[in-house]
């Protein structure tokens, strides 16, 4: 599994900003968190293709783990972290029962609802999550002696180093034959366990993986802003993502990171010059992008150069 | 890093002490998604202010930045408060809409030591995260609990049934006036919490027919929701004359009346601005203010932003145009003025919003439907500010 | 009490007849095309507008803007399908919704830029005000409007659908569009007038709406969610489907809030699921 110059040039490029754009560490600490979630959902929908409208609910669900953990006992990040990833992953576990069980509209509609259900759960329970107002009292301690401050510096940092992390992971899983099952599963559900390859266990691993590692990006969001609030649960945020992966290009590894970058710098660029209208252009360069790249920005520029998926 | 901070703070106060640098303020609020309308007619009254009294304050030129939030996005507003600190260099942070953006931003305010402006955020807590924040707004507490013990003494009201919305706005009014009206001698017969974005009320407005109380207080967001009500009002036969319906300002602003017409009759409500107030300095605001919002009338959210940029224009003035937090704020507190809302106040100790709160009845005036006033309680503190003190 | 059962029962079902309206062109054009539009809520918030504009700004009488709205929301919907979404056709579902959602910003920026951000109303006329009584029951009069309109618009949908020609060439291509095609069918047609219906109707929708649930920019965006649960529950392609998943949810919705309060938006995302995992393919669906 050698690594393509392409991609040592990625990952070296990512450490830049600390050189060339300190001023906006803290954009880029979510722009990695961002492309840590769209990873996740890569996982499930690029490679076993499961198509999620309720990613947030992990998401938001890490977050507000990392949240009440260090609000009430442990300010320590990486302990929160671990918290995060056991909590969304127990999550995710149990929802895949239900999950694998569906194809197609039912599949797509029952991940919406039970994301809408959380959210609902979470602001109904505004006594423990703070409901609207977000929680309060959040006091995330030091990494390694360093402080989260305004100047985002320990914050993407920290946030590039999970990414980079989850990433070699990801990357592992889907190189090994677990991987290529899924890859089987997405094409042909219905033979591969002809082949021997059980569909509904294989499909439950890979969604609670991805919830795990979605709830680790969410905790990393809770930590590096000292915030959390019920739109982390919010159908926004899962519609988000998605249209974040498709944009990058689903199942090519790096299609949600290429994708969080492009539509959060966008979206940056776009809403500091015209903070009243800035979603118009976001509208205009998705729509561009679709009529001119099909299959997403890595699945069009794949037709230029031959890759491995 | 503490090197950075310190170059940030001398570049600051370099930038004080050469007067022909512009005031930077950062505005931060919400003008697309759910909120955008309230972020734009804030928007609006900040252009109204700069416009009625020029951009020069104490020599220096003001230079406004703006920044949309989405809606409420604590990750990003705290996010872009710390890029106008670190990027832009602002002097003053300003704008918030919404509450869990406010609060986010404040830590900003806290650790870079900025001023800071809440001009609607209406959370009572929000004030305590950071020193240098003043509002310019309301509070919840300071309208509800005003409106409680009005009803229960000179409103001559015995008991009530609450309906507010799910969500933190919906529960702090709902506590705020049910603890003051019961304190007041009133008895609460029950209560009932919409969902969020409830588009139809006809249920709910049965099952409080279904009690019959002798009044009904209500507390929904603006929006599309005032209009829903109001017509699950008179659908269901609820005769106002017999159940006093008691509602927030935004239950009876420009859009609800029209969407509601003659629903909206004998609606009784408590609130800190109308624009159709017909005092000389609100008159003039508002033809100001239709002239740059192209044609369209203020609100409290305009009103917010424009009493926050008076707040600003005055500390500048009486600072001789120094930027640093400490200055300002100091400035800042015990500032008195008359607003187009009525006469304001900074609290000197608590640093939060002191006004009038006017209890008002819609009626038919000519051709019209307006807020009259008929009561007036003078300079109201944040109660839950004021609890906070003593404790 | 059994009058207060009626009219949650009458309350849900005229809510229901406004999420049929908007619901039911996106059902049939999934169903028949497999083309994934997200963007079905905004030719209805197209509908909404015209309605307001005619009626603020140029004084029609409310019934009489409803065919321009319908007609509005079609035309637009017609545009978009021949311009860019019919080079789609081939494409992945992914694609398809990248497009439409990309659609959506740049409408609600549209609009937002036309009408600004502001609560829109659009007056209604008298005699569809108020509310009758009934047997000790209030029914509210604009309710009873949707409802007949509701049933009308069903009737003339399914009697298209079964009775004609047009309707017999949607059915072939909703069920088999190959074989259709292979039978001398020219599907693309057939897709572009029932898309054109469903955006029209969808508009009419939006215009209906207007007194219930209000109409600003972002409507595009808020009810997308609504639209989708009905279409899932109801089944793709299906009018009954449709028209009975959104009574049931329009019901369920209103007694839920009428009888647990405290349930408040659980219980529609509740029985949706409840739906979906009994019926996956839709109560009426075909697939």
Known sequence: MRWHPLEIAFWLCTLLPFAVAPSYLSLASQIAITALFALSLDLILGYAGIVSLGHAAFFGFGAYSAGLLSKHYLGEPLTGLLAAAIAAGVLGYALSHVIVRFRHLALIMLTLGFGLLLHEAANSASALTGGADGLQGIKVGTLFGFKFDMFGRTAYAYSLAVLFLCFLICRRIIHSPFGLALRGIRENATRMPAIGAPSRAHLRKAYTIAAAIAGIAGALLTQTTSTVSLEVLSFGRSADVLVILILGGAGRLYGGIIGAIIYLVARDQFSGINPQYWYFWIGLLLVVVVMFLPNGILGGLARFFPRRA | ????????????????????????????????GQFADAGNQMHNGIKTYMKMHGDTVAGRKIEIITKDTGGPAPDVAKRLAQELVVRDGVDILAGWVLTPNAMAAADVSAEAKKFMVVMNAATSVIITKSPYMIRTSVTLPQVMETFGTWAATKGGIKQSYTMVTDYGPGHDSENAFQSAFKAAGGTIVGAVRFPVANPDFSAFVQRAKDIGPESIFIFIPGGAQPAALGKAFAERGIDKKKTRVLGSGETTAEAALKAMGDNALDIITAWHYDYMSKSPLNQKFVKEYQGVAGGRNPDFFSIGGYDGMHAIYETLKKTGGKTDGDTLIAAAKGLKWESPRGPMMIDPDTRDVVQNVYIRRVQRVGNDLVNVPFDTIPMVKDPAGERRKQK | MLSSLAAVLFDGFAYGMLLFLLSVGLSVTLGMMNFVNLAHCSFAAVGGYATVTLVNRLGWPFLATLPIAFAAAALVSILLERTLYRRLYRSSDLDQCLLTIGIVFISVAAFAWFYTTEQQSARVPEYLKGSVQFLGVNFAVYRLFLIVFGLATTAILVLLLEQTRFGARVRAAVDNQRMARGLGIDVDRAFMITFALGGGLAGLGGALAIEVIGLDPAFALTYLVYVLIVVAVGGLGSIGGSFAAAAVLGISDMAGKYYFPWLGAFLIYLVMVALLMWRPAGLFGKR
């Open chain 2, 1 to 32: 890093m503490k090197k950075l901070l310190i170059a940030a703070a001398l570049g600051a106060a370099f930038g004080a002490a050469h007067a022909q640098q512009p005031v930077k303020i950062g505005v931060v609020m919400t003008l697309s």
